[in-house]
């Protein structure tokens, strides 16, 4: 189940297959970090080992600083959309397995957001790890308008320490019938816990895992 590093098309891509599994799962990465950020290293690893076959990529503009293009910030939310679309064709290509659109943080916003755009046509659902409700501090700037039209399952596993939203603000925002959310325990934005809580981040992490394979289970008939 360690990961492979390969092409899809002119996309770069880790792969990490589990002997049997039960869906295809495409994983993108949050604004800081790419595709090979140990939070998803660490994830992808559990994920597999938990039955998913994971496809890692990088948006453009993480692309181009691997390239060593300077640092430009993340893409618009319209070309985020366009390089799902272009992921989720190469593995259409590829599988028959359900195929659920996945990501960390501001990469599983834009899955989201696909999901909204494109009527989930095509695809399973989708998983959000830490998802981005509003900026830190900026509790009025919500990022949910498009989550209340999904026709497609959304899961999101939140820690109940994340500052892009925690559960007293969670529970009061219409996020429509498809969108559940999951809470991790003492966990941030990295799902890193408390130390007094007695749990640690890859604890945390396999239980987003363990939580993803059940959503698979459940949604993918």
Known sequence: MSDTCTQWGDIPVLIDIPARPLALVILAHGAGLGMDSPFMGEMATALAAAGLHVVRFEFPYMARRRRGEGKPPPNRMPVLVESW?????????????????????????????????????????????????HPP?????????????????LLILQGTRDPFGKPQEVTDY????????????SGDHDYKPLKKSGRTQSQLIAEAASASTTFVQTTSR
């Open 137 to 153: 501090a900026k509790p009025d700037a919500l990022r949910t308008a498009h989550l209340v039209g999904l026709q497609k399952p």
């Open 174 to 185: 219409d996020l429509g019938v498809h969108t559940n959310v999951v809470w991790l325990d």
């Open 85 to 133: 679309s272009a992921m989720i064709a190469a593995a259409r290509e590829r599988t028959a397995l359900p195929i659920y659109l996945a990501g960390k943080s501001m990469g599983g916003r834009a899955a989201s957001e696909w999901l909204a755009v494109h009527a989930g046509a095509g695809v399973a659902g989708g998983i959000a790890y830490g998802y981005p409700f």
